[in-house]
């Protein structure tokens, strides 16, 4: 019976992997940047790991706001595609351009506001001194990557997800090895050690937001739907409906981040090391994570073209299907991580008393792995029927309202440390995505009834 009922899901796995593995290789790719700067980084000294873990968790929180707003477009598009309506399709892109514009230059403006106040979070003063100039260089890189993801969203909702992974991995490659030259100094150089690796961020960001634009303006599939935009047309209803779309996904996003972005915090009121160590945890953690997000954005796909062409039963099963898909994968990890937890820190870093934390660390990373990649997918099924809202409303309860409070009772009143800390997020990840499961079965229910 069961080896049926999983026969039945085979042309589903297969569809939406087609969608799913060009952005899964866009996204581990960006994955390998990451792991390239802190591996880089690392070897600098434990200070500088120390510093891009503190800045990065800053950052981050203002960074998936914005890229957030970006995947609001996504289901839009797919649902309009899905019904062949090109002219609507063109009208998101445009509202999304202009909405992602005003919204970038004014987390730039914001973020940076912050970096005046990153002295006073409690940080070792070694760790701030390194950690501001990479951050602010990391800032300003979100006006080119927000408008790449402008154009890489809308011509994922119509299905190509391709181009954006080739643009992404071009820039990866500029990017490490931009790392390489600016962070040891190489053919002439100076070695700007952390700063570095800002520097070369914001240059492969910018890249790949030109990268695109040529693309798109060249490519005669996408260049029509230019063709189908107004440039004097501003429509409120559009602004409006990308904003309500978008913004509770970045909200989402941004809730999800705010939990990790305090774990960080806590992990340094418990001194250097523990965040060196939580940096590498969190790395080694993100090369699934990433892959379980580009299964989500494909789910996206699949859900809202399904939503579109109203194919209600393909539409919740290439949901369910994303499911099976990505608790297998999950699994696989968790074992890795578990199995090499020892080994793998050395890619950070010699120093063993970080290796040893690091390894305890990657203990908790491997449990929390299945909750992580279902809670991520089942998200992206939630987007692809443009239900955000409720979806806000769940991570906000599970993320910030249990999540942090939690992994300060955890580890500094019951005095785990960062056994604590990491549990509390083990925990929270999975009551999410119990949660996000029967509100995706609940919501498939009210759409094919029309309610």
């Not at 009922?5 to 589903?12: A, R, T």
């Not at 809202?304 to 109203?310: I, M, N, W």
């Not at 990840?429 to 919501?443: E, G, I, N, Q, S």
Request: with cysteine; aromatic share 14%; net charge positive.
């Amino acid at each position: 019976m069961l080896i049926n009922y999983f026969k039945s899901y085979l042309p589903f796995y297969r569809r939406n992997l087609n969608v799913a593995i060009p952005v899964v290789l866009s996204q581990a790719g960006q994955m390998t940047v990451q792991l390239a700067d802190n591996m880089m980084v690392g070897h600098v000294g434990v200070s500088e790991l120390a510093a891009a873990s503190f800045a990065n968790s800053i950052y981050i929180v203002g960074f998936v706001l914005g890229l957030g707003l970006t995947f609001g477009a996504t289901p839009l598009v797919g649902s309009a595609f899905g019904q062949k309506n090109f002219k609507e399709a063109a009208t998101v892109l445009h509202h999304s351009f202009l909405g992602n514009g005003m919204v970038s230059l004014i987390l730039v403006a914001t973020m940076w506001a912050v970096s005046w106040l990153m002295p006073y979070m409690g940080q070792p003063e070694a760790v701030v001194e390194l950690a501001v100039p990479y951050y602010r260089l990391l800032v300003i890189s979100i006006v080119p990557f927000m408008l790449f993801f402008t154009g890489k969203q809308f011509i994922e909702g119509l299905g190509n997800t391709s181009m954006a992974m080739k643009i992404t991995l071009a820039a990866n490659v500029v990017n490490i090895g931009l790392n390489y030259i600016w962070i040891y100094g190489k053919l002439g150089f100076p070695a700007f050690g952390l700063v570095g690796a800002g520097y070369a961020t914001l240059t492969a960001r910018s890249l790949m937001a030109i990268g695109f634009s040529v693309f798109m303006l060249r490519h005669p599939h996408f260049k029509r739907y230019f063709y189908l935009i107004d440039p004097r047309q501003f429509s409120l209803k559009h602004i409006s409906l990308f904003f309500r779309t978008g913004m509770p996904i970045g909200l989402q996003m941004l809730a999800e981040v705010t939990l990790f972005s305090l774990a960080a915090v806590m992990m340094g009121w418990l001194g250097e090391v523990p965040l060196a160590a939580h940096q590498i945890g969190i790395q080694v953690s993100m090369v699934s994570f990433m892959i379980a997000t580009g299964v989500a954005s494909g789910t996206t796909i699949r859900v809202s073209h399904q939503l579109g062409a109203r194919n209600f039963e393909e539409m919740q099963k290439a949901g369910i299907a994303s499911l099976h898909m990505i608790i297998a994968f999950m699994s696989t990890t968790a074992m890795l991580f578990f199995a090499f937890r020892y080994q793998l820190p050395y890619l950070f870093t010699n120093n063993p008393e970080v290796v040893d934390t690091a390894a305890y660390l990657l203990i908790f990373s491997a449990l929390f792995q299945i909750f992580d990649g279902s809670q991520v997918v089942l998200l992206g099924s939630l987007r692809g029927l443009a239900d955000v809202n409720k979806a806000f409303q769940l991570a906000l309860v599970t993320y910030l309202i249990m999540g942090v409070p939690l992994m300060y009772l955890l580890g500094f009143v019951f005095d785990m440390g960062g056994a604590g800390v990491w549990s509390a997020l083990a925990l929270s990840l999975a009551v999410a995505a119990v949660f996000f499961f029967f509100r995706f079965k609940r919501k498939c229910r009210i759409v094919e009834k029309g309610l």
